[in-house]
Every structure is written in structure tokens, then in C-alpha cells.
């Protein structure tokens, strides 16, 4: 290792370590329905990756370990979807992109549950989950430079002012992400939070360590689903604001 790479892995673990400060999430007491129960007993070894463990830096996932069809065609994207709730987009999103692999990270083992069903039943092989803190997943589990994409639909808004400091989308998320992308790569943000979507857009806009090809927010894409928080959103009549970043093409 030399002394940049050490001071590299110091700055991202004080990163690391500030970011999990503050917890972006609750582990909710919500009761798993039996068939969630069940897909977890069955599916979970085949389908989850083993916890990265925080105390140890350099414990990395391989691509091509995690989904063994890599051998054969390593250049295959690699997405990320952070917070897939009951999983519903993602699996929505794998099922038509079998060209693509996709890590869903989750804490909430209900939605761990249902999108582990959602994989058997459409037959996914190109979905993985990480059952942890993304800030831990994304900081040592993804290699840096490996992915194409990182989703981030819909994050808890904690609306409540002392509660701002626990939204995933703060300072330092920017430098978390963005080593992470693959040159050409982006990072797409929506949320039905106004204030929130302009805290996306100061936070991104004070880091620039990735660019904003639409000045502010961006239209929507067409090949994203909706999602089930999208829904409670409209249903409250919120607009939807989307936020799509990208890595400079190194080329
Ligand atoms: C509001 S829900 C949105 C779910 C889904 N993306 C949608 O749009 O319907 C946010 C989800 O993010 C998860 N979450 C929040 N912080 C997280 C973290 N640091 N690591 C993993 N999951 C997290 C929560 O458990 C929750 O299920």
C-alpha cells in the first residue's frame, strides 16, 4: 500500500464513520407476511451477500464472485438501487434490463422478503441484495470505478428540521457515490420532497465532484417505473423531483 493509498482508505473511512453518525434509516418492527417468511428462509443464502463487516477495510465484493454469469461477459453494467423498499421498481427495472446487474440494498427485511419472492418468480439472475446500511455497502463493499448507475428513488424525507442531519443526501453522500461510478456513469436522485430536492441540489452543487448535464432537475426518464413511494407521494398530490448527475467520460 502506498502512503496515498493509505491516506485514501483513512479519509474514506472518517467518511465512512460520519456518515453512519447519523442514521439515515429505522429498523421498522413491521411483521413479515408468511410468504416473505418463507422467501427469506429459502432465497437469502443464494440471493443476499454476506455483511460486509465495518471494523474491516478491504472487505470488497467481486463482481464476478457475486454474479457468476460475469465470466462470461465482465463489461455487463453493474446498478445500484439504494433504499428499493418492497423492491417493486427494481425488480420491475432487472426484469427488463437482463442485459444489466443489479445490487438492491435494503435494511428492511419485509422488502427483503417480497423482492426475494419477485426474483423467483421472475426468474431474476441478475439481482443481489445487500441487507445493511448502504453508507457501509457503498464505502466498502462496491469497488470503486465498477458501476454504471446508482438509484436513489424516493429516500426517507425526514421532514422534521432536527431530523435533516439523518437524510442520506447530506454532505459527504456526494464523495461516497461518486468514486463508485465507472467513467460515463450517473447518479439519479427523485424524491416527492420539495425541500429535500433542494438540499439534493446544494449538496451536489458544493461537492461537484460529479456534473449536473441539466443545470437543476432533470426531466424524468422514461424507462423508470414508478415506485410505491411515488404513488403515496401523487396521491398526496406532490410534484416529483428528479436529479440526474453524471461522472465526466474520462475519454
Ligand atoms: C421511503 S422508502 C422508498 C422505497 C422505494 N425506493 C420506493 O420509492 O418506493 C426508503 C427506503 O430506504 C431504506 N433506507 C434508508 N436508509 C438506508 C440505508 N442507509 N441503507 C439501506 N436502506 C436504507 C429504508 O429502509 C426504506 O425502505
Not at 453518525?21 to 421498522?28: D, M, T
Request: glycine letters at 10%; aromatic letters at 8%.
Amino acid at each position: 500500500m502506498s502512503i496515498n493509498d493509505t491516506e485514501e482508505s483513512g479519509r474514506s473511512e472518517e467518511l465512512i464513520r460520519s456518515l453512519r453518525e447519523n442514521r439515515s434509516y429505522v429498523i421498522r418492527t413491521t411483521r413479515m407476511s408468511p410468504h416473505q417468511k418463507n422467501s427469506l428462509k429459502r432465497l437469502r443464502d443464494r440471493f443476499c451477500l454476506p455483511p460486509i463487516d465495518p471494523g474491516s477495510p478491504g472487505s470488497g465484493y467481486n463482481w464476478e464472485t457475486v454474479f457468476p454469469h460475469r465470466a462470461a461477459d465482465p463489461l455487463r453494467p453493474v446498478i445500484l438501487d439504494i433504499g428499493f423498499g418492497m423492491g417493486g421498481e427494481l425488480a420491475e427495472l432487472a426484469s427488463e434490463r437482463r442485459d444489466a446487474d443489479f445490487l438492491g440494498i435494503e435494511v428492511h427485511a419485509p422488502g427483503v422478503g417480497k423482492l426475494l419472492s419477485e426474483i423467483e418468480r421472475l426468474e431474476l439472475e441478475n439481482v443481489r441484495i445487500a441487507q445493511q446500511d448502504a453508507v457501509v455497502v457503498c464505502g466498502q463493499g462496491v469497488p470503486p470505478g465498477s458501476v454504471a448507475g446508482v438509484h436513489l428513488f424516493f429516500p426517507d424525507p425526514w421532514p422534521k428540521k432536527r431530523h435533516h442531519k439523518r437524510r442520506l443526501v447530506r454532505p459527504g453522500f456526494p464523495e461516497l457515490v461518486a468514486p463508485l461510478l465507472a467513467p460515463g456513469g450517473y447518479l439519479y436522485m427523485v424524491t416527492d420532497w420539495q425541500d429535500y430536492a433542494e438540499q439534493m441540489l446544494g449538496v451536489m452543487e458544493e461537492s461537484a465532484v460529479l456534473s449536473n448535464p441539466h443545470g437543476g432537475f432533470a426531466p424524468p426518464q422514461p424507462w423508470r417505473p414508478q415506485t410505491a413511494f411515488e404513488r403515496k407521494g401523487l396521491a398526496k398530490g406532490h410534484r416529483i423531483y428528479e436529479l440526474l448527475y453524471r461522472c465526466q467520460d474520462s475519454s
